[in-house]
């Protein structure tokens, strides 16, 4: 299942439990991911995975990867916070493939992804 999470209104923020299905993209994620690009005709993005990454259906990842691809140009920072190492690595190393800056994080440093994707270490 995903859950909007409390978030700035700058950034679009989701917790990841149990099973992920194609159908929590379609009516949670995309929807909330669409209306900020509306607003602010950018992207930010948090996605605490607070599951095994073996609990995505292959159709969840297949609406990610759309998802992505949809909004290829409107990407400006996506944090991935999970304890899953190779999902931290893969995510880190996506910003050489994608526009945008993107991020993994353990789930302690969960504030600090959140004040990233927000911005707010800009502000200070």
């Given at each position: 299942?995903?859950?909007i999470?409390?978030?700035?209104?700058n950034?679009?923020?989701?917790?990841?439990?149990?099973?992920?299905?194609?159908?929590?993209y379609?009516?949670?994620?995309?929807?909330?991911v669409?209306?900020?690009?509306?607003?602010?005709?950018?992207?930010?993005?948090l996605?605490?995975?607070?599951?095994?990454?073996?609990?995505?259906?292959?159709?969840?990842?297949?609406?990610?990867a759309?998802?992505g691809l949809?909004?290829?140009?409107?990407w400006?920072?996506?944090?991935?916070?999970?304890d899953?190492?190779?999902a931290?690595?893969?995510?880190?190393?996506f910003?050489?493939?994608?526009?945008?800056?993107?991020?993994?994080y353990?789930?302690?440093?969960?504030?600090?992804?959140?004040?990233?994707?927000?911005?707010?270490?800009?502000?200070?």
């Amino acid at each position: 299942m995903i859950e909007i999470i409390r978030a700035p209104e700058n950034v679009a923020a989701f917790r990841a439990s149990g099973e992920v299905t194609a159908d929590d993209y379609k009516t949670v994620l995309v929807p909330e991911v669409t209306k900020l690009v509306k607003r602010r005709d950018e992207i930010n993005f948090l996605f605490l995975i607070d599951t095994e990454i073996k609990n995505f259906t292959a159709q969840a990842w297949m609406e990610d990867a759309l998802l992505g691809l949809k909004n290829l140009g409107k990407w400006n920072r996506a944090a991935i916070v999970t304890d899953n190492e190779r999902a931290i690595s893969f995510t880190n190393g996506f910003s050489l493939f994608a526009p945008g800056e993107f991020r993994g994080y353990r789930k302690e440093a969960f504030d600090e992804a959140l004040n990233w994707v927000h911005g707010y270490e800009q502000n200070r």
